[in-house]
């Protein structure tokens, strides 16, 4: 049985940075989950005493904080500033680039505007470097809003850019100018196409991710619209030697909380079948 | 019989302007048509002894001329700098602001992209004040085009908003920064909304304009779907009395380059009916 892995699976390269980075940073506190892996947050709590606090006021003084890649808000920062707390800043680049964005736009005269889920962690940490942010995750929450006449917007990392450029094209046509930063990172969508492209040209597809995560399924999805044969497992023990009779190519990939370490153990299992 | 005029109608502000300017310049040359209307050409002809001309070259030294609302490109204002002429400037305030957006965007270090017509008058001034411009008229046409991160992209001001924003959301998936200056002008569209909301209260709609002019046509297929009796004509002599029999309210719009004296005359002879 010959394996192939996609072009794109797992892990985007924020997420990668920020395990190195806490890796490097032994004996340290993540605020918030790092990423939605038990056995890689266990992992690293294991094998280099980082724990997770889930709460800012958790956060001991003179301790080692590590941020993770969605970011905190501009005054939690200063917070820890303020308490001499050691802080290792694993932001994803990605993220770090609409906060900046956002300020120096706001700064030069423009309304800001950010696409996104006004709860999720990334776009707290966003809009904090904004006076007077506006959030919005459809055209239609702008009807209200009195724009001006000069409005930047950028995105959520994480969106689809169909959704961003509905936005965008609301604005454009109640403004007089408009600046978008598209800074949405493809990071979801290249594992998504990746995936499209290895499901064709193998006969049993191996998707390798938590049940419960959504973009593990929607690799799922698209897989099994190529390769009937497409299994969603969670570790080694999910794998049935059944699946594998009489097929020659095997295709893998993995959703986005995958640590490396757990795809090889499962590509060494289905080897051995 | 009561007449009941658009909210909006015939001549734009920029060609009112315009129109004014020529008047108050009298023994000028005008460079190019200042609108596609015969009869308000040999006003300006009779009354302000306004000539026009339709190449740059047949322009004596030591004239007056004056520069119609699409504006010139930059090398031919300095070509009449050059030869000690004086220039009156009718150029559309509207058609100066993306001449000037241009010019500052590419200065800036911002790729331009012009959309529009590359062979109106008006696209050829814009696109002079840019070293690299970029003219497309849809998305297709970028297809082959290297973008650079920063792009900036204004629009003739006689395009369709639906239209630019096809434009636009290409260019928003293809590049990191794009900065969108909305210098559409509404004119166009307001004489329409106005032709549609007057078609609704009146029992007959005169549409005054050129037979061939393709904006005062737009007007008359709005105006029938609302109202049967609706009617084209150019002057006064087009009128029909038996259009009116039985008739109450009647309403009147123009095309865009009808002259108020003309619509003035037709009203008048309406009223007569």
Chains 1, 2 share one sequence.
């Not at 996104?116 to 055209?139: L, Q, R």
């Not at 969106?159 to 598209?182: A, G, M, P, S, W």
């Amino acid at each position: 049985l010959q394996v192939k892995l996609a072009d794109s699976y797992g892990f985007c390269f924020g997420v990668k940075r920020a395990i190195n980075i806490a890796q490097d940073s032994p004996n340290s506190t993540i605020l918030g989950s790092l990423i939605h892996n038990t056995r890689e947050i266990n992992r690293l709590k294991d094998n280099f005493n980082i724990d997770t606090v889930s709460n800012i006021n958790e956060i001991q003084e003179n301790s080692s904080i590590i941020i993770r890649t969605h970011g905190i808000p501009k005054q939690d920062l200063e917070y820890l500033n303020n308490k001499n707390i050691k802080i290792t800043d694993a932001t994803c680049p990605y993220v770090k680039k609409p906060q900046k964005i956002c300020e120096e736009m706001e700064k030069e005269g423009y309304q800001v505007i950010i696409f996104g889920d006004i709860k999720h962690p990334e776009v707290k940490g966003i809009k904090s470097y904004v006076e007077e942010p506006i959030v919005v995750i459809s055209k239609e929450e702008l009807y209200n809003v009195k724009l001006k006449d000069k409005v930047a917007i950028v995105s959520q990392t994480t969106k689809d850019i169909r959704d961003f450029t509905k936005v965008v094209d609301y604005l454009l046509t109640n403004t007089q100018e408009l600046r978008v930063f598209n800074t949405i990172c493809n990071a979801t969508f290249d594992n998504q196409s990746a995936a499209k492209k290895l499901a064709k040209e193998v006969d049993i597809m191996i998707i390798i991710g938590g049940k419960n995560s959504s973009n593990t399924k929607q690799l799922l999805e698209i897989s099994r619209e190529l390769c009937d044969d497409s299994y969603l497992v969670e570790d080694c023990k999910d794998l049935d030697k059944e699946w594998f009779r009489g097929k020659e190519v095997c295709g893998v990939t993995a959703g986005a909380s995958t640590p490396d370490w757990v795809i090889e153990e499962i590509i060494d299992k289905i080897k051995k079948i």
